[in-house]
């Protein structure tokens, strides 16, 4: 996901840049035709005339901002981590000391990416909501996951354990 976001940006920059010379080129040539068209024969240059019209600066301004765009996406941090291969290990030693329900839980938890609503975890179980409830504490009790408040349900969040239980 994080690649095909950093090509969408380098793909935007490029056709920014390839708008620049094509921008560029149509305002030199309104301004020279705007100059042929001038009907003063003599005297001081027609000041009507002969301006690099306001549209350019429009363009010029919209190709920055979209070369601003493209460098945000192609230096974005994602903000949610993947596990890596030690947070694994220690996440299935954790799994191993858990039992029946607990277990269950903990792995729609695991399962559920960045972040799970408790109400998925009594959908996915058919436990009740005081079940998982009491399931969740023990969880919590355990550093196996977070709770955060969010409304009137909880989010919740796989914390890497310290040690073994």
């Known amino acids: 996901m994080e690649m095909n976001i950093k090509k969408v940006g380098l793909i935007i920059i490029l056709l920014a840049i390839i708008l620049l010379p094509i921008l560029v080129s149509f305002s030199l040539k309104i301004a020279e035709v705007s100059m042929s068209q001038c009907v003063h024969a003599a005297g001081p240059p027609c000041s009507i005339t002969g301006h690099i019209p ?8 919209s190709i920055i901002v979209l070369i601003g765009f493209g460098v945000f996406l192609i ?3 994602q903000k949610h981590e993947k596990f890596t291969n030690e947070t694994l290990k220690k996440i299935e030693e954790a799994e191993k000391s858990l039992e029946g329900d607990e277990s269950k839980v903990y792995q729609i938890i695991i399962n559920g990416g960045e972040a799970v609503y408790q109400s998925e975890i009594m959908g996915k179980c058919g436990f009740s909501k005081v079940k998982v409830t009491r399931i969740l504490d023990k969880l919590e009790g355990k550093g196996l996951i977070e709770r955060r408040r969010r409304g009137m349900t909880n989010i919740l969040l796989v ?5 073994l239980l």
């Not at 306001?54 to 301004?61: C, D, M, N, T, W």
């Not at 914390?159 to 040690?163: G, S, W």
């Open 54 to 61: 306001i549209e350019f600066y429009v363009g010029v301004a």
């Open 75 to 77: 230096f974005k941090v």
């Open 159 to 163: 914390k890497v354990p310290n040690k």
